[in-house]
Protein backbone atom coordinates (compact mmCIF):
# COMPACT_ATOMS: atom_id res chain seq x y z
CA UNK A 1 0.00 0.00 0.00
CA UNK A 2 2.89 2.70 0.87
CA UNK A 3 4.22 1.85 -2.74
CA UNK A 4 0.92 2.17 -4.37
CA UNK A 5 0.66 5.83 -2.64
CA UNK A 6 3.99 6.08 -3.92
CA UNK A 7 3.50 5.85 -6.93
CA UNK A 8 -0.04 7.82 -7.34
CA UNK A 9 1.81 10.43 -6.05
CA UNK A 10 4.74 10.42 -8.51
CA UNK A 11 2.52 9.88 -11.46
CA UNK A 12 0.56 12.92 -10.45
CA UNK A 13 3.03 15.51 -12.43
CA UNK A 14 2.23 13.89 -15.91
CA UNK A 15 -1.04 15.85 -14.72
CA UNK A 16 0.11 19.14 -14.38
CA UNK A 17 -1.46 22.26 -16.53
CA UNK A 18 -4.68 20.02 -16.23
CA UNK A 19 -8.21 19.98 -15.00
CA UNK A 20 -7.61 17.21 -12.81
CA UNK A 21 -4.14 17.94 -11.29
CA UNK A 22 -5.82 19.58 -8.47
CA UNK A 23 -8.63 17.11 -8.10
CA UNK A 24 -5.97 14.15 -8.09
CA UNK A 25 -3.60 15.65 -6.14
CA UNK A 26 -6.58 16.39 -3.19
CA UNK A 27 -7.30 12.76 -3.52
CA UNK A 28 -3.84 11.35 -2.82
CA UNK A 29 -3.60 13.97 0.15
CA UNK A 30 -6.62 12.38 1.51
CA UNK A 31 -5.70 8.88 0.44
CA UNK A 32 -2.68 9.44 2.26
CA UNK A 33 -4.05 10.99 5.50
CA UNK A 34 -6.34 8.24 6.09
CA UNK A 35 -4.27 5.14 5.43
CA UNK A 36 -1.25 6.68 7.30
CA UNK A 37 -3.15 5.91 11.05
CA UNK A 38 -3.97 2.81 9.96
CA UNK A 39 -0.05 1.84 9.15
CA UNK A 40 0.65 3.34 12.34
CA UNK A 41 -1.71 1.44 14.02
CA UNK A 42 -0.91 -2.11 12.57
CA UNK A 43 2.97 -1.15 13.76
CA UNK A 44 1.90 -0.18 16.92
CA UNK A 45 -0.58 -3.37 18.04
CA UNK A 46 2.19 -5.37 15.99
CA UNK A 47 4.52 -4.46 18.44
CA UNK A 48 2.44 -4.40 21.51
CA UNK A 49 1.36 -8.10 20.75
CA UNK A 50 -2.23 -7.22 20.34
CA UNK A 51 -3.13 -7.21 16.38
CA UNK A 52 -6.66 -7.75 15.76
CA UNK A 53 -7.60 -6.49 12.35
CA UNK A 54 -7.08 -3.81 9.80
CA UNK A 55 -10.55 -2.72 9.94
CA UNK A 56 -10.49 -2.70 13.59
CA UNK A 57 -7.64 -0.03 14.04
CA UNK A 58 -8.95 1.69 11.34
CA UNK A 59 -12.47 2.16 13.14
CA UNK A 60 -10.65 2.61 16.47
CA UNK A 61 -7.43 5.39 15.27
CA UNK A 62 -8.76 7.47 12.34
CA UNK A 63 -11.97 9.18 13.24
CA UNK A 64 -9.47 10.57 16.34
CA UNK A 65 -6.33 10.68 14.57
CA UNK A 66 -8.18 13.06 12.29
CA UNK A 67 -9.19 14.95 14.27
CA UNK A 68 -5.87 15.32 16.26
CA UNK A 69 -3.93 15.91 13.19
CA UNK A 70 -7.29 19.36 12.58
CA UNK A 71 -6.37 20.43 16.37
CA UNK A 72 -2.21 20.35 15.43
CA UNK A 73 -1.95 21.92 11.92
CA UNK A 74 -4.73 24.67 11.64
CA UNK A 75 -3.42 26.45 14.74
CA UNK A 76 0.55 25.78 12.75
CA UNK A 77 -0.92 26.86 9.44
CA UNK A 78 -2.38 29.80 11.20
CA UNK A 79 0.56 30.74 12.75
CA UNK A 80 3.30 29.97 9.48
CA UNK A 81 0.90 32.01 7.30
CA UNK A 82 1.51 35.25 9.80
CA UNK A 83 4.73 36.30 7.94
CA UNK A 84 3.65 35.71 4.44
CA UNK A 85 0.48 38.15 5.65
CA UNK A 86 2.92 40.62 6.68
CA UNK A 87 5.43 40.45 4.11
CA UNK A 88 3.59 39.64 1.30
CA UNK A 89 5.03 41.44 -1.88
CA UNK A 90 8.78 41.09 -0.45
CA UNK A 91 9.26 37.62 -1.58
CA UNK A 92 7.39 36.35 0.77
CA UNK A 93 7.20 32.82 -1.04
CA UNK A 94 7.81 29.44 1.45
CA UNK A 95 7.26 31.20 5.06
CA UNK A 96 4.26 28.72 5.21
CA UNK A 97 6.19 26.06 4.04
CA UNK A 98 9.33 26.40 6.15
CA UNK A 99 6.55 27.09 9.15
CA UNK A 100 5.13 23.62 8.71
CA UNK A 101 8.65 22.05 8.60
CA UNK A 102 9.33 23.71 11.67
CA UNK A 103 5.83 22.44 13.87
CA UNK A 104 6.59 19.02 12.53
CA UNK A 105 9.48 18.73 14.37
CA UNK A 106 7.98 20.33 17.33
CA UNK A 107 5.13 17.46 16.87
CA UNK A 108 7.72 14.91 17.23
CA UNK A 109 6.29 13.07 19.83
CA UNK A 110 3.03 13.59 19.55
CA UNK A 111 1.14 11.27 17.18
CA UNK A 112 3.52 8.63 18.85
CA UNK A 113 2.38 9.45 22.10
CA UNK A 114 -1.45 8.95 21.12
CA UNK A 115 -1.32 5.58 19.90
CA UNK A 116 1.08 4.71 23.21
CA UNK A 117 -1.09 5.91 25.48
CA UNK A 118 -4.71 5.56 23.47
CA UNK A 119 -5.02 9.17 24.80
CA UNK A 120 -5.98 12.01 22.81
CA UNK A 121 -6.58 14.36 25.10
CA UNK A 122 -3.33 16.46 26.16
CA UNK A 123 -1.00 14.00 23.64
CA UNK A 124 0.05 17.50 21.78
CA UNK A 125 0.94 19.12 25.02
CA UNK A 126 2.64 15.93 26.47
CA UNK A 127 4.39 15.17 23.22
CA UNK A 128 5.93 18.74 23.25
CA UNK A 129 6.81 18.35 27.11
CA UNK A 130 8.61 15.05 26.22
CA UNK A 131 10.51 16.84 23.40
CA UNK A 132 11.79 19.69 25.58
CA UNK A 133 13.13 17.42 28.22
CA UNK A 134 14.76 14.81 25.79
CA UNK A 135 16.15 17.26 23.22
CA UNK A 136 19.61 16.15 22.91
CA UNK A 137 18.84 12.68 22.97
CA UNK A 138 16.23 13.03 20.18
CA UNK A 139 18.29 15.20 17.66
CA UNK A 140 18.73 12.33 15.09
CA UNK A 141 15.40 11.71 14.95
CA UNK A 142 14.91 15.86 14.56
CA UNK A 143 17.17 15.69 11.64
CA UNK A 144 15.75 12.66 10.00
CA UNK A 145 11.91 14.57 10.28
CA UNK A 146 13.83 17.60 9.18
CA UNK A 147 15.43 16.19 5.58
CA UNK A 148 11.89 14.07 4.91
CA UNK A 149 10.05 17.53 5.75
CA UNK A 150 11.81 19.13 3.57
CA UNK A 151 12.50 16.96 0.09
CA UNK A 152 9.19 16.55 0.35
CA UNK A 153 8.40 20.59 0.16
CA UNK A 154 10.98 20.54 -2.68
CA UNK A 155 9.32 18.14 -4.39
CA UNK A 156 6.01 20.12 -3.89
CA UNK A 157 7.48 23.12 -4.99
CA UNK A 158 9.43 22.49 -7.67
CA UNK A 159 5.81 20.07 -9.26
CA UNK A 160 3.89 23.08 -8.78
CA UNK A 161 6.46 25.70 -10.42
CA UNK A 162 6.97 22.60 -13.41
CA UNK A 163 7.32 23.73 -16.57
CA UNK A 164 9.07 20.87 -18.55
CA UNK A 165 7.53 18.32 -19.38
CA UNK A 166 7.62 15.57 -16.48
CA UNK A 167 9.28 12.31 -17.85
CA UNK A 168 10.00 8.79 -16.31
CA UNK A 169 13.19 9.31 -15.10
CA UNK A 170 11.16 12.34 -12.95
CA UNK A 171 8.59 9.82 -12.11
CA UNK A 172 11.02 7.48 -10.69
CA UNK A 173 12.81 10.14 -8.94
CA UNK A 174 9.01 11.24 -7.63
CA UNK A 175 8.41 7.93 -6.16
CA UNK A 176 11.56 7.17 -4.60
CA UNK A 177 11.48 10.23 -2.85
CA UNK A 178 8.04 9.57 -1.83
CA UNK A 179 8.31 5.62 -0.67
CA UNK A 180 11.94 6.45 0.60
CA UNK A 181 9.64 9.09 2.94
CA UNK A 182 7.41 7.09 3.77
CA UNK A 183 9.59 4.21 5.19
CA UNK A 184 11.72 6.41 6.87
CA UNK A 185 8.58 8.26 8.23
CA UNK A 186 7.06 4.79 10.04
CA UNK A 187 10.69 4.32 10.92
CA UNK A 188 11.00 6.70 13.45
CA UNK A 189 7.46 6.09 14.55
CA UNK A 190 8.42 2.95 15.23
CA UNK A 191 11.84 4.09 16.85
CA UNK A 192 9.51 6.91 19.03
CA UNK A 193 7.23 4.04 20.49
CA UNK A 194 10.35 2.11 21.51
CA UNK A 195 11.49 5.07 23.33
CA UNK A 196 8.20 5.94 25.18
CA UNK A 197 8.19 2.31 26.10
CA UNK A 198 11.32 2.19 27.96
CA UNK A 199 10.75 5.43 29.39
CA UNK A 200 7.79 3.94 30.84
CA UNK A 201 9.96 1.26 32.17
CA UNK A 202 12.16 3.79 33.82
CA UNK A 203 9.64 5.09 35.64
CA UNK A 204 9.11 4.05 39.19
CA UNK A 205 6.01 1.98 39.68
CA UNK A 206 2.51 3.31 40.00
CA UNK A 207 3.98 5.88 38.23
CA UNK A 208 4.42 5.36 34.43
CA UNK A 209 4.49 7.99 31.88
CA UNK A 210 5.30 10.46 34.70
CA UNK A 211 8.18 11.78 32.74
CA UNK A 212 5.26 12.92 30.19
Not at 130 to 148: D, E, K, Q, R
Not at 171 to 184: E, H, N, P, R
Amino acid sequence: MVALIALVNSLISFLHGSTLFWPVTFLSILLTTCTTPVFYGIFYHLIDDSYTSVFAIAKTYVPRYLWLLFRMYLPAILLSSVPAILFAGNNSGGYLEIGLVFFSMLYLYVIPLFYHTGQQHQAIAKGIRFLSCNLSASTPLLLTVLLVESSIMLLQYGRSTEEVQPTALTACVDFSVFFAASVIDLAVFIIILYVLRGSDQQSAPGVSGSKL
